[in-house]
T-cell receptor
Framework: EAGVAQSPRYKIIEKRQSVAFWCNPI?????LYWYQQILGQGPKLLIQ????????DSQLPKDRFSAERLKGVDSTLKIQPAKLEDSAVYLC??????????????FGNGTRLTVT | KNQVEQSPQSLIILEGKNCTLQ??????????LRWYKQDTGRGPVSLTI?????NTKSNGRYTATLDADTKQSSLHITASQLSDSASYIC??????????????FGTGTRLTVIP
């Protein structure tokens, strides 16, 4: 099966600019996650979708971050305006269900964002 | 508070040697625990999963153990290879009051295997 696709692979922007990331999950996976991974740390959940509804966005900095999953398939994550501390890898993951025994997360290779 | 702690933070071993990585958690109620391997520049990939009733599971040269009473897990790598160089992340799934599963990530152990 095709894996989780993310683009772009790398992005360099100046602070206060805006940026958008795209994710195409594995076909049939109802649950989609966006994680932020700062160098040397584990992934931190930003937002979780179940189909096209938001399950958890409690750690999403809503003043600057937004995400949508139209039609319950592809998803985009946007940052506007970006800050220096947003420099990180943004990982998209999908699973058939939420965290069950037979539902491992399948991660994309991420987008590495550098804010200068 | 639900937390997952991993040790050591980093580890360097010689090729061919064995090593053991540790994961302690306070997540409750507990559903399952997974170990993921993350190569540099890639997303994490699931290695093993363990539920409450399982105390050991192997995947090739990787063997995970789980002690649900002490809330500890370990990942043992046998006869290490250069390709084992990666970060290993422990992820614990807890059961939310709504019945949904919440995932709690450790910060990972960075393993470097040298020739």
């Amino acid at each position: 099966e095709a894996g989780v696709a993310q683009s772009p692979r790398y992005k360099i922007i100046e602070k206060r600019q805006s940026v958008a990331f795209w994710c195409n999950p594995i076909s049939g996976h109802a649950t989609l996650y966006w994680y932020q991974q700062i160098l040397g740390q584990g992934p931190k959940l930003l937002i979780q979708f179940q189909n096209n509804g938001v399950v958890d966005d409690s750690q999403l900095p809503k003043d600057r971050f937004s995400a949508e999953r139209l039609k319950g398939v592809d998803s985009t994550l946007k940052i506007q305006p970006a800050k220096l501390e947003d420099s990180a890898v943004y990982l998209c993951a999908s699973s058939q269900r939420q965290g069950g025994k037979n539902s491992p997360l399948h991660f994309g290779n991420g987008t590495r964002l550098t804010v200068t | 508070k639900n937390q997952v702690e991993q040790s050591p933070q980093s580890l360097i071993i010689l090729e061919g040697k064995n090593c053991t990585l540790q994961c302690n958690y306070t997540v409750s109620p507990f559903s399952n625990l997974r170990w993921y391997k993350q190569d540099t520049g890639r997303g994490p990939v699931s290695l093993t999963i363990m539920t409450f009733s399982e105390n050991t599971k192997s995947n090739g040269r990787y063997t995970a153990t789980l002690d649900a009473d002490t809330k500890q897990s370990s990942l043992h790598i046998t006869a290490s290879q250069l390709s084992d160089s990666a970060s290993y992340i422990c992820v614990v799934s807890g059961v939310h009051q709504t019945g949904a599963n919440n995932l709690f990530f450790g910060t990972g152990t960075r393993l470097t295997v040298i020739p």
